[in-house]
């Protein structure tokens, strides 16, 4: 059973890089696509963005210019980094995977726990 | 950008049914995934591709999709059933997803 792992400090200075791993266990990392999403206390869910192990990537235009994902498929492990953070990055960040379809939309099928994210001098 | 339009709140009496919608231009034309949320917790996928079910999850739940609305159908609905709910689709115009606004249900 594929499970996903969050990790990464729970505390960015304003200005800084926000960087977050993602850890999969039980399944392989290899052909699928992962996510990143998050969720400011008590707002709904923001996409992030999105990497296929092939090198296929797409970002939410909102942040786009601000996110670098990467992949090491040795380790089984995905990162996140969000650069210029301020306080609105506060959130919770969430991993997912991608459940295999015929087309590029497919549904988050796996989740990984989420981990709290403060952005604080 | 694309926009996904949630009513915030919903509520049912257990045993009843609760229909939580998700409007969007020509919302009909693109595969809609439904999630549950409860507090605290990681979302979870309760209907794909409109009204297909994960493995595991209810047949109480079930889900439609046309026009300018997809719509989430809990049956009998249960204290368990308490949570939030998000609609999400994939907007081909940008290639992004993009998340519904959210929806409390409340079991009364």
């Known amino acids: 059973q594929v499970q996903l792992q969050e990790s990464g400090p729970g505390l960015v200075k304003p200005s800084e890089t926000l960087s977050l791993t993602c850890t999969v266990s039980?399944?392989?990392?290899?052909?699928?696509?992962w996510s990143w999403i998050r969720q400011p206390a008590g707002k709904e869910l923001e996409w992030i963005g999105r990497?296929?192990?092939?090198?296929?990537?797409n970002y939410n235009p909102s942040l786009k210019s601000r996110v670098t994902m990467s992949v090491d498929t040795s380790k089984d492990h995905f990162s996140l980094k969000l650069s210029s953070v301020t306080a609105a990055d506060t959130a919770v960040y969430y991993c997912?995977?991608?459940?295999?379809?015929?087309?590029?939309?497919?549904?988050?099928?796996?989740w990984g726990h989420g981990t709290m994210v403060t952005v604080s001098s | 950008s694309y926009v996904l339009t949630q009513p915030p709140s919903v509520s049912v009496a257990p045993g009843q049914t609760a229909r939580i919608t998700c409007g969007g231009n020509?919302?009909?034309?693109?595969?809609v995934h439904w999630y549950q949320q409860k507090p605290g917790q990681a979302p979870v996928l309760v209907v794909y591709d409109d009204s297909d079910r994960p493995s595991g999850i209810p047949e109480r739940f079930s889900g439609s999709n046309s026009g300018n609305t997809a719509t989430l159908t809990i049956s009998r609905v249960e204290a368990g059933d308490e949570a939030d709910y998000y609609c999400?689709?994939?907007?081909?115009?940008?290639?992004?997803?993009?998340f519904g606004t959210g929806t409390k249900v409340t079991v009364l």
């Open positions: 999400q689709v994939w907007d081909t115009s940008s290639d992004h997803y993009v």
């Open positions: 039980g399944g392989s990392i290899s052909n699928y696509y």
């Open positions: 990497f296929h192990t092939s090198g296929s990537t």
């Open positions: 020509n919302i009909g034309s693109k595969s």
């Open positions: 997912a995977r991608t459940q295999p379809s015929n087309y590029a939309g497919g549904a988050f099928d796996i």
